[in-house]
């Protein structure tokens, strides 16, 4: 069987499916580019799990609570997990001049709170992806402290836990069923 979450590797999402592993067997984890993409994979992953954190938002600004109504006829939610994140920053680019930030939609709010002045933000599905965009040419990023480097600034860090809930996802009778009880 297998458990689909946020990839890649480097992400908390993966890392709580890894997790999540260790205490089931026979589990492969399944890294996607964005939960946007998992969630669009739906169809095709009867009978398979998804690792979805309480705190997820896609690029479009779906919450947890609106995909678990939009897709409850689809998923089961049979089991969740806590687990810690790796530890968070909000890095500045040392030189760079601008606004230009890049995060999870998650964490705009948390980020413009922390930052001085209005911030040109450019979300990205993970923040992997959102670090990685703003070593071209952002100032600004909230992404795992780890991927700091010698050229960034780290403004401020953060150590949170997630609750992460687990989907199995519904064969089509059941969630024929599902949509007619």
């Known amino acids: 069987m297998k458990?689909?979450?946020?990839?890649?590797?480097?992400?908390?999402?993966?890392?709580?499916?890894e997790q999540y592993r260790a205490d089931h067997e026979?589990?492969?984890?399944?890294?996607?580019?964005?939960?946007?993409?998992l969630y669009q994979s739906i169809p095709e992953l009867r009978g398979e799990l998804l690792l979805i954190p309480a705190?997820?938002?896609?690029?479009?600004?779906?919450?947890?609570?609106?995909?678990?109504?939009?897709?409850?006829?689809?998923l089961e939610l049979i089991d969740s997990l806590i687990t810690e994140l790796s530890p968070l920053a909000i890095l500045e680019r040392r030189g760079r001049s601008g606004q230009r930030a890049?995060?999870?939609?998650?964490?705009?709010?948390?980020?413009?709170?922390?930052?001085?002045?209005?911030l040109e933000i450019m979300p990205y599905p993970s923040k992997w992806q959102a670090y990685r965009c703003y070593?071209?040419?952002?100032?600004y990023t909230l992404t795992s402290q780890?991927?700091?480097?010698?050229?960034?600034?780290?403004?401020?860090?953060?150590?949170?836990?997630?609750l992460w809930s687990v989907y199995q996802v519904k064969g089509e009778t059941d969630a024929k069923t599902s949509v007619n009880n």
């Not at 458990?3 to 499916?17: C, F, K, M, N």
């Not at 026979?26 to 993409?37: K, Q, Y």
Request: with cysteine; aromatic share 10%.
């Open 102 to 118: 890049y995060c999870h939609p998650a964490t705009i709010d948390y980020l413009t709170r922390n930052v001085e002045g209005p």
């Open 146 to 162: 780890a991927f700091a480097g010698p050229a960034d600034r780290v403004i401020k860090t953060i150590h949170l836990k997630m």
């Open 3 to 17: 458990i689909h979450t946020l990839g890649p590797a480097v992400t908390d999402s993966y890392r709580a499916a």
């Open 55 to 74: 705190a997820v938002k896609t690029l479009t600004g779906a919450s947890w609570g609106d995909l678990h109504y939009q897709y409850g006829d689809r």
């Open 26 to 37: 026979n589990l492969e984890v399944v890294g996607h580019p964005s939960f946007e993409v």
């Open 135 to 139: 070593q071209t040419d952002g100032r």
